[in-house]
Nanobody, 123 residues
C-alpha cells in the first residue's frame, strides 16, 4: 500500500488542522494506521493509532484530549484532527500502516510509511 500524507501548514497557537493520509494500492480496511511526528532536531515519536478490528485507539499523553485519529474505509483515507495546537506540536507528521489488527505505538511495528507533511505552529 502507498500512503500520501497532506494537510500540513503554518498555523497560530490555539488553531486547528486536519491531516489526511490517502492510501492507494490496497484498501485500508484491513490496516491499522498510525501517526508519528518528528520535531526539529529530535527523533520520530508516536502520536496516535487506530486499529482495523474494533477501531481501538491510543494516543500519546502529549496530544490526548486535543488530537483525534480516524479512518474512513470508504474513502481509503485516515485522518488526524489536531485542535488547540501549540508550538510544541511543530514537526513533520508521518502516517504509517501495518497489516495487523492490533494498535501499535512503536514505529518499528509499521510496514508502510507516507512521505510526511510539515506542521508549524507559530505566532
Amino acid at each position: 500500500v502507498q500512503l500520501q500524507a497532506s494537510g500540513g501548514g503554518l498555523v497560530r497557537p490555539g488553531e486547528s488542522l486536519r491531516l489526511s493520509c490517502a492510501a492507494s494500492g490496497r484498501t485500508l480496511s484491513r490496516y491499522t494506521m498510525g501517526w508519528f511526528r518528528q520535531p526539529p532536531g529530535k527523533e520520530r515519536e508516536f502520536v496516535a493509532t487506530i486499529g482495523w478490528g474494533r477501531g481501538s485507539t491510543s494516543y500519546a499523553d502529549s496530544v490526548k484530549g486535543r488530537f483525534t485519529i480516524s479512518k474512513d474505509n470508504a474513502k481509503n483515507t485516515a485522518y488526524l484532527q489536531m485542535n488547540s495546537l501549540t508550538p510544541e506540536d511543530t514537526a513533520v507528521y508521518y502516517c504509517a500502516a501495518r497489516d495487523e489488527p492490533q494498535i501499535a505505538e512503536s514505529l518499528y511495528q509499521y510496514d508502510y510509511w507516507g512521505q510526511g507533511t510539515l506542521v508549524t505552529v507559530s505566532s
